[in-house]
């Protein structure tokens, strides 16, 4: 049997008892296993500094009067152990919760059957992906940066300061490793080559092989994806080879006591690595006041760990956590309660972490920590250099992003078989939304029995539409945002969106709408704050994110939807609630709450390249605007978009057909009862940086055709259709578009208030 140590309760000593006495009313138990022998032996250590700083906590008292109880057992790092150990942690020991099980395949082994139990799985020391799904696993929850977002950091650097590199990487040839090894080539999008890529076995004693293999390949930069035990190995062997690449390391093993010491500093040289927490020894990050009380705790509670080891430190922070956690369930010690304060940390920032990086979870967010800042190894200490980095892109989190990313020409010809004759599929958006009701407007309109018909598909959105059009079979078109498909482009997300993509006509703008307690004044004030952008296949998710990165502004994401999230911000669980549809939002129309208001979003020069200025009046929420007046704002552009079809293709002829009867019938859709956002569609209003449908510009051409030598701008607003026969009166701007009257009067209103200052 595995040796039991029992922290709290016996101050750390080892005991070989069958199991522990049951839980008395004043303790809080606590499970845990860790690799004591093993292969991953190094980090023993983690789970022996947690018991310390429980044994502390209960030497001041406990938690809210309770103490803290930690039975610990050794997997040796092999997760059939790691199976056996916890189910007799839950069933045996009867633990409220298990804390910081150490690996990758380990907490895989043991995910399911606690989620089972709904049993909390607090902190997982992986830095896997699989501790973030929430829906699917709502017990588990991560600790560690994932090494998908290590990896693209290393990314981020190389392709900043290195872009002409040759890679090799040496990898753990498991879950772990080939993350890592994913979020490498996610992270360098094909800019740069990978020459050689070495997996190795945990149970190979040495990686010869390997580094020869590599050396070989004439890679000049080498990564290692490893534990402890093979970084070692890899460091003292490229030196014996007298190979020196630029050399990275994974933050799981660039502890200076358990690798670089036994690698031997002198090779160390140079090495660097990505880190969130500070080194044990590293007094001046610290601050004297953090640093002389984490010397006083390993000293006094353990003395034969070095403060030198990386991993002590990691304990540290997930004891400290812990504690937290504990501390905020008060009374309510429900594995329900628990699991909930685990999901409400809010902006905290543990002593020896590095400064700016800070833990925030939510129900939809599982992973505390998604920053880490580079450093490098030199004369004897690692040091710390350029920004706080984030692995993780906001876009990355949506699914259908990702799909737009691997998306191939070859599924074109498996969709053209699916053709139906005058029939026109269009993707719009979520149940209630601008785009539905504009899809059912123009299925209520076009729709003219066998000669066409139109098919309104509900979706979650433009992100989901883009994919949509891509990839599902029979849809043909759909509403989309003008920024959503600036930011796949400008983000990489997919190949030549430019030439794939084309749009038909822009058809009207969507507001910008913050919703927030009187207590945020402007957006400035979400710098740090926790704010709902909608699910991440949605509209407002795409241009939320897009928005924030160009005024440099930083919150903290939530993904749920806007209407579903009003009893969160009541509560004081999130700090905003950012909605994008077109005014007047039914559900935010009928909000009446004095501690609530509209938050303004100002014209900034940021912010104009992609977006225009509007304005939400109290006409529209007479709830959240004093009567007569306004909140300034800004608007993106909806198109209609759709693949980019040959022109001798049947699909081509099924949207040359859509654009004919829609544009004829636009005066029709510009009245009562269609939405009225159809007053804002502008046919001949360019979208910049994209290609117009062949057939929409044909089609604009003969009935619409510019007097020459005018323009058009994005900006211009709703042209009311006229007869096919004749051309309309060319308007000045401001005649013909509200939102641009609107934004004379914006700009008239500004001059004049910086004139009177």
Known sequence: ?????????????????????????????????????????????????????????????????????MITYDDAYEPTKTMEMTRKLVEDDQVLLTLGTIGTNTNAAIQPYLNSKKVPQLFALSGAAAWDQPREFPWTIGFLPTYTAEAQIFAQYLL????????????????????????????????????SEAPYKVTDTNIDAQMAKMKASGADVLIEFTTPKFAVMAIRRSAELGWKPLQFAASISNSYSAVIQPAGPQNAEGLLSAAYRLEGEDSAAAGDAVF?????????????????????????????????????????????????????????QLPMMVQGILINTSPSDHAPIEQMRMMRFTNGQWQHFGPVRSGIDPGAVSDSFKTIFKYGTATKRDLANQLNANTVSLMTGSFG????????????????????????????????????????????????????????????FAKDIRNQFVYVAKMFNEEMHVLAPRTITSMRDLDGKTVVVDLPDSSTFVTAIN??????????????????????????????????????????????????????????????EEYLPSKLSSAD????????????????????????????????????????????????LQRPPFHPKWKEMAPRATVSGWTRFKAAQEWLDRNMPLPPGSAVSAASGAVPAPAPVAAPTALAPQDRDPLYREFLEWRANRAKASSNR
């Not at 590199?165 to 080559?193: C, F, H, N, T, W």
Request: net charge positive; hydrophobic share 40%.
């Open 621 to 668: 929420y007479p709830g959240l605007v004093p009567e007569g007046g306004f909140v300034e704002t800004i608007a993106a552009e909806a198109v209609l978009a759709s693949y980019n079809w040959a022109p001798n293709s049947d699909r081509y002829r099924r949207l040359a057909l859509l654009v004919d009867t829609m544009f004829d019938k636009v005066s029709q």
């Open 1 to 69: 049997m595995a040796a039991l140590v029992v922290a709290a309760m016996a101050g750390s000593a080892i005991s070989n008892q069958a199991h522990a006495a049951p839980p008395g009313p004043n303790e809080i138990r606590i499970g845990n296993t860790a690799p004591y022998t093993g292969p991953a032996s190094a980090y023993g250590v983690i789970a022996k500094v947690i018991a310390a700083y429980l044994d502390k906590i209960n030497a001041e008292g406990g938690i809210n009067g309770r103490k803290v109880s």
């Open 160 to 195: 900043e300061n290195h872009p002409r590199s040759r890679i090799a990487v040496l990898y753990q040839d498991d879950g772990m490793g080939k993350e890592y090894l994913k979020g490498l080539k996610d992270g360098l999008g094909g800019k740069m080559p990978i020459v």
């Open 433 to 492: 939304s601008t785009y539905a009701q504009v899809g059912a407007d123009l299925a209520s309109v076009l729709d003219s029995g066998t000669s066409l018909r139109i098919l309104p598909v509900m979706g979650r959105g433009s992100v989901q539409a883009v994919s949509d059009i891509l990839l599902l079979r029979g849809v043909d078109a759909g509403i989309v945002r003008k920024d959503t498909l600036s930011y796949l482009d400008r983000k990489d």
């Open 547 to 608: 928005v924030f990165e160009r005024l440099g502004i930083r919150p903290h994401l939530i993904y749920q939807e806007p209407r579903l999230a009003l009893d969160m911000l009541r509560k004081g669980e999130v700090d905003a609630i950012v909605a994008i549809e077109g005014k007047p939002l039914q559900w935010l129309n009928q909000i009446n709450d004095r501690n609530l208001h509209l938050v303004p979003v100002e014209y900034a020069k940021q912010v104009q």
């Open 292 to 348: 002389r009380e984490w010397s006083a705790f390993m000293q006094r509670y353990v003395p034969s760990v070095s403060k030198t080891n990386g991993q002590a430190v990691l304990g540290y922070l997930v004891g400290r956590l812990t504690v937290e956690v504990l501390k905020n369930c008060g009374d309510d010690l429900s594995r329900e309660n628990i699991m909930k304060q685990a999901r409400l940390l809010k902006g905290i």
